[in-house]
């Protein structure tokens, strides 16, 4: 299986500031990655696909880059409903496997 | 519109059999490109993909639970069905259906249905 491996896995951070969220995949997956933005008590949210296509009607100040093995995800002009749990997803190849999130707070 | 819902029991005994119905519209699951996923998360832990079925009928499952899961399709009544045999306590958790779109993404999701296995 891939693992991915995100960090940090806690973070904190204030409103308007800009926060990046890393993922790594164990071995390459070329652009076949998700992330998603989970908060609790409700069901998963796609945020990106293929490492940096923004899903419609999220807003701009999420974006994703990366390729290979190496993925980002930013998210600027942080707001208070940014606060969630992050995971990105490979979609190369079965399991699709998650990474283990990262915890948002956003002051 | 898009939509999914996850429907089953809430509570299992252990080494029972655990049933739960994904009811989708506003897709058509023979449509090529499209699935229907399931996916669970444990209390306080990270999410992880069961099973997928394709429109082809086609299926993927997670190879620690592959002797254990079943996952079917009846395109007509656009329903996808996931059984997970013998279950025990570390299966308790909320299970999601999500609509899978070309290799790329879970786009949709249901709201999820939390199961818990305890005697």
């Known amino acids: 299986d891939i693992q991915m491996t995100q960090s940090p896995s806690t973070l904190s951070a204030s409103v308007g500031d800009s926060v990046i969220i890393t993922c790594r995949a164990s071995?390459?997956?070329?652009?076949?990655l998700a992330w998603y933005q989970h908060k609790q008590g409700q069901s998963p949210k796609l945020l990106i696909s293929?490492?940096?296509s923004l899903r419609h009607e999220v807003p701009a100040r999420f974006g994703g880059r990366g390729s290979g093995t190496e993925f980002t995800l930013t998210i600027s002009g942080l707001q208070p409903e940014d606060s969630a749990t992050y995971y990105c997803?490979?979609?190369?190849?079965?399991?699709?496997?998650f990474g283990q999130g990262t915890k948002l707070e956003v002051k | 519109q898009i939509t999914l819902k996850e429907s089953g029991p809430t509570l299992v005994k252990p080494t029972e059999t655990l049933t739960l119905t994904c009811t989708f519209s506003?897709?058509?699951?023979?449509?090529?490109?499209?699935?229907v996923g399931w996916i669970r998360q444990p209390p306080g832990r990270a999410l992880e993909c069961l099973a997928v079925?394709?429109?082809?009928?086609?299926?993927h499952y997670s190879p620690f639970l592959q002797s254990r899961l079943t996952i079917t399709k009846d395109t007509s009544k656009k329903q996808v069905v996931l059984t997970l045999t013998d279950v025990a306590p570390v299966d308790t958790g909320t299970y999601f259906c999500?609509?899978?779109?070309?290799?790329?993404?879970?786009?949709?999701w249901g709201q999820g249905a939390l199961v818990t296995v305890s005697s």
């Open positions: 506003g897709f058509s699951l023979s449509t090529t490109g499209v699935g």
């Open positions: 293929t490492a940096s």
């Open positions: 079925i394709y429109w082809d009928d086609s299926k």
């Open positions: 999500a609509q899978f779109i070309s290799g790329t993404k879970f786009d949709y």
């Open positions: 071995q390459t997956i070329l652009y076949s």
């Open positions: 997803q490979q979609l190369k190849s079965f399991p699709y496997t």
